[in-house]
């Protein structure tokens, strides 16, 4: 630097005068046009004053002046690098290097580089230079760590963050990336743990404070979510998105309305969030506000039109309105839908649109798909355990006032335990009832995992060495199968809550009777058929019926005349079912039909389809919902249950012949659409069971209209309720137990 304008155009430089500095080397460049430093420095200064072009021309000629100048090769590859030329700036930094082999700086930027083309194995190389050079710079091991991540190497990637977060703790895009990491090798838990140092570090950290309620939630820590995201949307209010994962933490920790509330401001902040009119839905639905759900259902998919389940839910909603209006327009789109492989509709909701075991299979292996986590440990590794008993694990959200819990009851106390270690594992809703309490004290241990991962379940079921693990809620409301993907058991089995196939690898059994499964239709399950003899539905031999009967008047029927009876959900009504049922009406005179009053727009539309049919409104009577033992009181006043199809009577068949009411059926063709043709013929009925709606339409006529006849039945009936093996609990349990041990014995 001989000449003295130089020096004074560096303190320029230093001083911020970078105008004064580059007309100083401009004189300089004007005298002496080759001159490299001018050039070089100049070259610098266009670029700090965002110049790009004229910065990669100025450093350009200053190489050609002086071409084993290093700084200027990796100056100039640094500005081909931001104007986007990877590949001449890979050329740059490989001139930079090969004059300066240990250039640290032109090492990292050339891995950035390579990374930018996808070439990420000679940008780790190039990261590895660096380390062996300089293992003390925490962002290299970051960038080592990120493309590790790149070509899918996690478990490296995990070592290379630690060692950045090592040298500097505090390092926030260290953590965040660690746990990237830790997501992509299925370790939830430990990603949390990163969110939760770095809000160790900063309290306030809003993107940690945004992606630990996101883990929250996945993890089921359902209350700890709802309170992450309200510190996060303190801080950031304007996130739509924020705002409907919270919602769903509230909902999922029953405060619906809260829920709701937080639906609506995502909403009123981006009306185009498609999730959060799906979940908006989502809420009012398990409100049994079906038309409302509807509206947001139609919403969403108006802005989405292929959302996963929208159509299927929103054809729920309708279904459970009674709304008809556009039902084969449902059908046919949820059956293209699913025949292209596509997650339009959720199993459960399935069984009532579609009669075709073949699509039903395929539904619940497209929804398992859906759920299923990459890399999925593998928890139970082929030990074969030696208990003195049998350790039979019962996974359920039903130990509650439920359908399944007034079914299964009864077999839990039959257990021998002798022979059977058996455990609850609770993760519905919270429930102080007195079946609850039945239950509870039926089993050998008692736990309530509602608030643990479904990882964190499956280790307990692993550690408590379960040998068959038995889902009792599929598909159905507050189903977690996901729990039994991670394979913590021997054996595992789908049972009675889901009326069909899980789809999935690794449920082992599904239990069943030939009737609902017949040996031909062995083929649209994915899981073994285990028969049992009689058929696959437990009964509760204890079911308590209310001491008083109440009165027809007071039940708010006729004094005579035939009572026909449909008290399953308004769902399973369908237009074919209806049109059979206002026949029976018209044909046995003085006729009512009983329904439940599920809820006031399907009472509403069943009212006005009853009248374009002919049928006097006056003549559908609507039950109010009362507890259970009440319920089963006020059944005996019918004189005929008149089951649905597809989807048939399941409990509320078996409600029908505990009260002393013959069922009239119409077998169909799936799972859902024969168990009360399993139940009529345990309860030895089986000339109640019809094979077309024809038939079912005649039976039910002419037992309408013969009183004898209909007496007989019941006097049938009331001898089966002791002697016939549907209600016979512990024969029941002696014939589950045998499959148990089958199963087992096939496992040792």
Not at 126 to 141: F, G, R
Not at 163 to 183: G, T
Not at 286 to 299: F, I, P, V
Not at 368 to 384: F, H, N, S, V, Y
Request: charged share 25%; proline share 5%; hydrophobic share 45%.
């Amino acid at each position: 630097m001989s000449d003295p304008r130089l020096q004074t155009a560096m303190q320029m430089r230093r001083a911020g005068r970078l105008a004064d500095a580059a007309r100083i080397y401009a004189e300089i460049l004007a005298s002496e046009p080759g001159h490299f430093e001018a050039l070089h420095a100049l070259g610098i200064i266009s670029y700090q004053t965002g110049q790009i072009e004229d910065a990669e021309r100025l450093i350009g000629m200053a190489i050609e002046v002086n071409p084993s100048a290093a700084d200027a090769h990796y100056n100039r590859a640094c500005l081909l690098q931001r104007m986007n030329r990877p590949a001449a700036a890979l050329s740059s930094f490989d001139h930079a290097l090969s004059l300066k082999p240990d250039y640290l700086e032109a090492l990292v930027n050339k891995a950035s580089v390579l990374a930018a083309l996808q070439r990420h194995e000679d940008a780790l190389s190039s990261l590895d230079k660096v380390v062996a050079l300089n293992p003390s710079i925490p962002e290299v091991w970051n960038n080592r760590a990120s493309t590790l991540m790149a070509l899918r190497r996690p478990e490296q990637a995990l070592e290379s963050y630690d060692r950045a977060i090592a040298l500097k703790p505090s390092y926030a895009d260290a953590w965040k990336s660690r746990a990237s990491a830790l997501m992509m090798l299925g370790r939830p838990q430990q990603a949390l743990e990163c969110f939760e140092k770095l809000l160790a570090f900063d309290a306030n950290n809003a993107e940690a404070l945004r992606n630990s309620a996101d883990l929250l939630l996945l993890l089921k820590r359902n209350l700890d979510a709802a309170e992450r995201y309200a510190r996060y949307v303190a801080r950031k209010p304007d996130d739509s998105d924020a705002w409907a994962n919270s919602g769903v933490a509230l909902v999922e920790s029953e405060r619906y309305a809260e829920g709701l509330g937080a639906f609506d401001k995502a909403i009123a902040l981006n009306p185009s969030n498609a999730e959060a009119w799906n979940h908006r839905g989502n809420v009012l639905f398990q409100l049994k506000r079906y038309d409302e759900a509807a509206t947001s259902y139609e919403r969403a998919l108006g802005l989405v039109p292929g959302l996963p389940y929208g159509a299927g839910y929103l054809a729920q909603s309708r279904l459970r309105c009674c709304d008809w209006s556009r039902i084969e327009e449902d059908r046919a789109r949820i059956a293209s839908g699913l025949r292209s492989g596509l997650p339009v509709i959720d199993p459960f909701g399935n069984l009532v649109v579609s009669e075709s075991p073949a699509d039903q299979l395929r539904c619940a292996r497209i929804a398992i798909a859906d759920t299923a986590q990459p890399d999925t440990p593998r928890l139970w590794q082929g030990k074969r355990y030696s208990h003195d008993k049998i350790r039979v694990a019962y996974l359920s959200a039903d130990f509650r006032p439920h359908p399944v819990a007034f079914l299964i009851a009864g077999v839990f106390e039959h257990h021998d335990k002798s022979r059977f270690e058996t455990i609850a594992l609770s993760f519905g809703p919270e429930s102080d009832s007195d079946i609850r309490k039945r239950m509870a004290s039926a089993f050998d241990h008692f736990i309530d995992v509602r608030n643990q991962s479904d990882f964190d379940v499956a280790q307990r079921i692993r550690r408590m060495e379960i040998d068959i693990a038995v889902d009792l809620t599929g598909f159905c409301e507050h189903g977690r199968t996901e729990i039994l993907a991670f394979r913590p058991a021997p054996i595992q089995v789908n049972y009675l809550g889901f009326p069909g196939t899980s789809g999935a690898d690794f449920i082992d059994y599904i239990i069943a009777d030939e009737t609902i499964i017949p040996p031909a239709q062995a083929q649209f399950f994915s899981e073994k058929v285990v028969y049992l003899p009689d058929t696959y539905q437990a009964n509760d031999r204890k079911r308590k019926i209310a001491p008083r009967t109440p009165t027809r008047r007071e039940a708010g029927l006729p004094d005579e005349g035939t009572v026909f009876c449909a008290f399953n959900n308004a769902y399973k009504i369908t237009p074919p079912i209806f049109d059979l049922w206002m026949g029976l009406l018209r044909g046995v005179e003085g006729s009512v039909l009983w329904l439940l009053g599920d809820n006031p727009t399907a009472i509403r539309n069943l009212t006005k389809e009853a009248e374009a049919r002919g049928i006097s409104p006056g003549r559908l009577i609507f039950a109010p919902r009362v507890a259970p033992e009440e319920h089963l009181a006020r059944f005996g006043l019918a004189d005929l249950f008149l089951d649905t199809l597809p989807y048939n009577a399941h409990t509320t068949a078996s409600d029908a012949l505990w009260t002393g009411v013959p069922v009239v059926t119409c077998m169909g063709e799936a799972f859902a659409g024969r168990v009360a043709a399993s139940l009529l013929k345990a309860a030895g009925l089986p000339e109640l069971v019809t094979g077309t709606l024809e038939e079912y339409r005649a039976l039910a006529l002419r037992l309408g209209c013969d009183r004898s006849a209909l007496k007989a039945l019941k006097d049938k009936l009331a001898l089966a309720r002791t002697a016939a093996p549907l209600f016979d609990t512990a024969r029941f349990t002696r014939h589950l137990e045998a499959a148990y041990a089958q199963m087992w014995r096939r496992q040792q």
